[in-house]
């Protein structure tokens, strides 16, 4: 079945770069996502890129993927404290009957501080 | 925001009660979704559903069930309740199943089976 992995905890300066890092085992994914979990919330779309892509900026925010290592990865620039959160890497397939169902990772905890 | 509220937000219930989670949408989406929320598991999918009375299984489904009689509510049920389902539960909804479209998800209810 699907698997995708990621590291539980980053902890970075404010004002650095931050690196987020998922790998998945699926070759067939056609959409990864990045989600958003801030403390007693749910989870918010980021960002996501379609597997024909190899990379995609959204402000502070650039996505990676190498398809090929089933690599993606999600960097913030200029990380905030508000960018404190859990972060989500997702994958898409299809599944039997048409539909695409997301399978996430377990998340990592990124902390930011002063 | 996506309009999708969850109730009851916290909830605190008794080994072999039954216990009844509500997810409610203004969206008019076809799809709905529930997942638990674990520590060190991320997100897994207990059950969804594509259209009224249309339900399929996620991967832990087992000890759950659902219902979705009209459109905009997508129950979730523990006919007896375990330990082991303790958990944060998520609802989220899309317009579609396709690769390209967004979940959105609720603010999440809290069980405490004791």
């Known amino acids: 079945g699907e698997d995708v992995e990621q590291s539980l905890f980053l902890s970075v300066r404010e004002g650095d770069s931050s690196v987020i890092n998922c790998t998945y085992t699926d070759s067939s994914s056609t959409y990864l996502y990045w989600y958003k979990q801030e403390p007693g919330a749910g989870l918010q779309l980021l960002t996501y890129?379609?597997?024909?892509?190899d990379m995609k900026q959204d402000q502070r925010l650039t996505v990676l993927l190498n398809k090929k290592d089933k690599h993606l990865s999600l960097r913030i620039a200029d990380t905030q404290t508000g960018d404190s959160a859990i972060y989500f890497c997702a994958e898409k397939d299809r599944r039997a009957g048409g539909s695409y169902i997301p399978t996430f990772g377990r998340g990592t905890s990124l902390i930011v501080h002063p | 925001d996506a309009g999708i509220t969850q109730s009851p937000r916290h909830k605190v219930t008794e080994t072999g009660t039954p216990v009844t989670l509500r997810c409610h949408q203004t969206?008019?989406?076809?799809?709905m979704y529930w997942y638990r929320q674990d520590p060190g598991h991320g997100l897994r999918l207990i059950h969804y559903?594509?259209?009224?009375?249309?339900?399929d299984k996620g991967e832990v489904s087992d000890g759950y069930s659902v219902s979705r009689s009209k459109t905009e509510d997508f129950l979730l049920t523990l006919e007896s309740a375990t330990s082991s389902q303790t958990s944060v539960y998520f609802c989220?909804?899309?317009?579609?199943?396709?690769?390209?479209?967004?979940?959105?998800f609720g603010p999440g209810t809290r069980l405490t089976v004791l």
């Open positions: 989220a909804i899309s317009e579609s199943a396709e690769g390209s479209d967004t979940q959105y």
């Open positions: 969206e008019n989406h076809r799809y």
């Open positions: 890129i379609f597997s024909n892509m």
């Open positions: 559903s594509y259209g009224v009375k249309d339900t």
